[in-house]
């Protein structure tokens, strides 16, 4: 039997991944006796991921799982349908989360071929002790254009 005192973590790694854009759409509107028209919609933007202050949660026990990801975007379509955006992601983090970038140096042993992280630079990027304080943490990508858009492009 697992007492409280031992699911109570102060230190969680996690990665995080905000979402695709979707790609553009290349299509030609074909009417009897015209030339072809550019006719594709552009793709939808990726979803954000923000984490969010609440006083409610006491550990980061609930974020012990490592990968956070948003949603991605949809590509367009023909007859200048625009793909839709991907939803944001909100995760909800304990009061007095310290949130720190973490870059690694990676270097490979020729023995095993195994990679091992040598080096650790640590930067706090945000401090979240006020209570339902929103911090972004990943922007999702921008979607593609369609050929609605950007006329130069003729080629199907």
Request: aromatic share 8%; net charge positive.
């Given at each position: ?87 944001e ?18 270097k ?19 401090d ?29």
């Amino acid at each position: 039997m697992m007492r409280y005192d031992q699911k109570f973590l102060d230190k969680v790694r996690v990665w995080v991944l905000a979402g695709n854009g979707g790609n553009g759409a290349r299509a030609f509107a074909k009417e009897n006796y015209l030339a072809k028209v550019p006719d594709g919609g552009s793709g939808g933007n990726g979803g954000d991921v923000y984490f969010k202050s609440s006083g409610r949660i006491t550990s980061l026990h609930d974020l012990r799982r490592a990968h956070f990801k948003g949603n991605h975007g949809r590509q367009g379509k023909g007859q200048q349908r625009h793909g839709t955006h991907g939803m944001e992601k909100t995760f909800t983090v304990p009061l007095g989360t310290e949130i720190f970038l973490v870059k690694n140096s990676i270097k490979t042993q020729q023995q095993q071929g195994v990679k091992q992280f040598t080096e650790e630079s640590l930067t706090r990027v945000a401090d979240l002790n006020e209570e339902s304080q929103n911090f972004l943490v990943a922007s999702g990508g921008k979607g593609g254009l369609g050929n609605h858009k950007r006329r130069d492009i003729q080629e199907p």
